[in-house]
Every structure is written in structure tokens, then in C-alpha cells.
């Protein structure tokens, strides 16, 4: 879905498809580079994450496994609760394997701060966290995002996974989402 598609609804485009394309890119060869010797798990957030994902394993040139966990934070709302919810677990024991968290945005941080303590008290032998999108002025809590896509301001986005009230999801590029859609 393209930009004409959505009309006034998207205020302004932030990364575009081939900026995304060739950021998924870089990150992927410094994720080959770091678990290159190491039997990684890629743990991917859903919903959000999903597009992340998919491109971020295809650009990929080692051996990966995949694991997905969908947690939330948010009700219908356009911020966080701050309350985390397991809604889908994983599938396999992650004890003493090296988890890389791939998630779509680190908005306050609660919710990755949460996963993250939980993934290390699971066992598991290294935990670090692949965002696509991180709003540093909307931080409440410090978390350690080793690889980061784009640094955005505080503004309520969508696209590549992202949505409101879930729409928007299947943009190709990310987007501010107007404030007349949900104000």
C-alpha cells in the first residue's frame, strides 16, 4: 500500500521503502557479523515486528532459528500502559541461547525493559534487541537497543508493521500518522 492510498490520514513520510530496504540491509550484516559463530535465535514481537522480520531474515547470510512472542502495552489507544501482557509465548526453551529481540519501535521502553529481564531469567545466555524505529524522547525507562534502524521524534507512527487500531500495517514506508485520526 503506497501513500496515494491513504490520503490525508498520513502526514508525512519518515523512511521511505528504499530507506528501509537498505537499513534492514546494513542491520542484517552487522547481525551476520556479530552471531557469526553463535547459534542465534531471532525472537520477533508481532504483530509489529513482522515485516522487520521477514526482511531482516532474508537479508540475512548465516543460519538463523525464529521464535515470535506477542506482547502489548497498549490497549486501543495511541500510548503505553505501561502494564506488559504475554499474549502469545514462545515456542521452544531458550535456555542458555543467544536471543536477539526484533521489535518494531522502543516507544517508552517498558515493554522491551520487561521482555528483556524476562528472556535473561529464562535462561538464556545473551539477550540484546534489534529496533527498527526508537523515540528517544519518549524513553521513561533506559534500555540498551544495539541495533537501531532510526532514531524519530516523539510522533504517533505507522507503516511496515506499525499501526493504529490496525490499519496502516501493510505501508510500505512509515508515516506520521494525522492527528484528525485520532484525536
Not at 502489548?72 to 500502559?81: E, F, H, I, V
Not at 534489534?130 to 534502524?149: H, M, N, S, T
Amino acid at each position: 500500500m503506497d501513500l496515494a492510498a491513504v490520503g490525508t490520514d498520513v502526514e508525512k513520510v519518515i523512511a521511505t521503502e528504499e530507506q528501509l530496504a537498505a537499513k534492514i540491509a546494513e542491520l542484517a550484516a552487522r547481525v551476520d557479523a556479530d552471531y557469526k559463530d553463535k547459534n542465534v535465535l531471532l525472537v520477533g514481537v508481532l504483530k509489529g515486528a513482522i515485516m522487520a522480520m521477514a526482511d531482516l531474515t532474508r537479508a540475512m547470510q548465516t543460519h538463523i532459528e525464529m521464535d515470535w512472542m506477542a506482547v502489548s502495552s497498549y490497549g486501543s489507544g495511541t500510548k503505553s500502559s505501561g502494564v506488559v501482557r504475554i499474549l502469545k509465548d514462545l515456542d521452544r526453551d531458550i535456555t542458555g541461547r543467544h536471543v536477539l529481540i526484533v521489535e518494531d519501535i522502543v516507544d517508552t521502553g517498558l515493554t522491551l525493559s520487561w521482555l528483556k529481564s524476562n528472556l535473561f531469567s529464562r535462561g538464556a545466555a545473551s539477550v540484546e534487541i534489534l529496533a527498527i524505529l526508537r523515540k528517544p524522547e519518549a524513553a521513561k525507562v533506559e534500555v540498551d537497543v544495539k541495533y537501531v534502524g532510526f532514531d524519530i521524534p516523539k510522533e504517533f507512527v505507522v507503516g511496515y508493521g506499525l499501526d493504529f487500531d490496525e490499519k496502516y500495517r501493510n505501508l510500505s514506508f512509515i508515516g506520521v500518522l494525522a492527528k484528525h485520526m485520532y484525536s
